[in-house]
């Protein structure tokens, strides 16, 4: 099986543009439901994806100045766990890195001026709490550090990410919106899940207390594989009930990442490599999973029931 691509510590890792599905899938998700509803501008839409996009990369580098100045990145961690080496091996200046991130939330804030200029200000709920998610994270009052980031996540990611995408195309908001981003949400929280498996030895030696920390390894590695698998039923649920079209099932060809993934976590408590491939197990199906759903909706819509 492959193993995570050895770290060369620099800008591009510091944004960590892999990550980038946690904004890119729940922004889509909104917009594919905007444009089907005859909503779509594609400017502002694409100002969305790169607010997002903003917002994720200045949550990555504000973790890593966070990390940094709390003492939770050392010396002593870069060589066993940290993904981010920039700032304790001397590569990047905090200085640098601090900028970066807060020029990343600035940017999404002078979008938002046009946003409210486009739709009003009810938009402003939306970006306040982009903002404050992405910025607080291991910045301020830190939440992280009082296990909230796998419930900010959830709802900031996904949950709101999606609404909000709608909501500045449209003035409204989209309960289908609301439906298609639940089982998407689980799986991007399980991304985060799986990153506070993979460092929860280290994280209990640091001080750090996720919410993954609260339980045994082996309750953090059950947490993270319920996280992955609930997506499926819930998708199957929703379905059913006639919520969502039916051949947003497409989905359900993810179920082959999920496999892989299920066979990862069984050996990943002995056997330190499969321990490394629980996030990137879940970046790959979170993408495959969104990207299935999105286009399983416009099927259901177009070629299905002829929609126009």
């Known amino acids: 099986m492959e193993d995570v691509k050895s770290i060369r510590p620099g800008w591009y890792n510091a944004f960590r543009p892999w990550s980038l599905h946690g904004a890119v899938v729940p ?4 917009g594919v439901v905007a444009y089907v509803d005859g909503y779509m501008n594609w400017w502002i839409f694409l100002m969305v994806l790169l607010c997002g996009c903003l917002l994720q990369s200045a949550a990555n580098l504000l973790n ?6 709390k003492g939770t990145d050392t010396l002593d961690t870069v060589g066993n766990r940290s993904r981010s080496p920039e700032l304790v091996t001397g590569t990047l200046k905090p200085k640098s890195v601090l900028l ?10 002078l979008c938002g001026i046009v946003f409210v200029w486009y739709i009003g200000w009810g938009i402003m709920a939306f970006g306040i709490l982009g903002i404050a998610g992405a910025g607080l994270y291991t910045v301020g009052i830190s939440y992280k550090y009082y296990a909230m980031g796998l419930i900010s996540v959830f709802f900031m990611m996904g949950i709101l990410m999606p609404l909000g995408t709608y909501y500045v195309m449209s003035g409204e908001i989209s309960n289908e919106v609301l439906f298609m981003s639940l089982p998407n949400a689980f799986i991007i929280t399980a991304v985060l899940s799986g990153n506070e498996t993979r460092d929860y030895h280290e994280d209990k030696q640091a001080g750090v207390m996720t919410l993954s920390g609260f339980l045994s390894y082996k309750g953090s590695l059950r947490l993270y594989i319920a996280l992955n698998c609930i997506a499926f039923p819930i998708l199957l649920a929703l379905i059913a009930l006639q919520m969502i079209p039916w051949a947003c099932g497409l989905a359900f060809l993810a179920l082959a990442d999920m496999y892989i993934l299920v066979r990862n976590w069984k050996e990943a408590p002995s056997d330190e490599r499969k321990g490394r491939l629980l996030v990137p197990l879940s970046f790959r199906m979170n993408w495959h999973f969104g990207l299935l759903l999105v286009v399983g909706y416009l099927i259901g819509q177009y070629l299905i029931t002829g929609t126009i």
């Open 64 to 69: 890593t100045y966070g990390d940094y100045v």
């Open 100 to 109: 970066a991130g807060l020029a990343c939330l600035g940017i999404t804030a």
């Open 27 to 30: 922004v889509v998700i909104g």
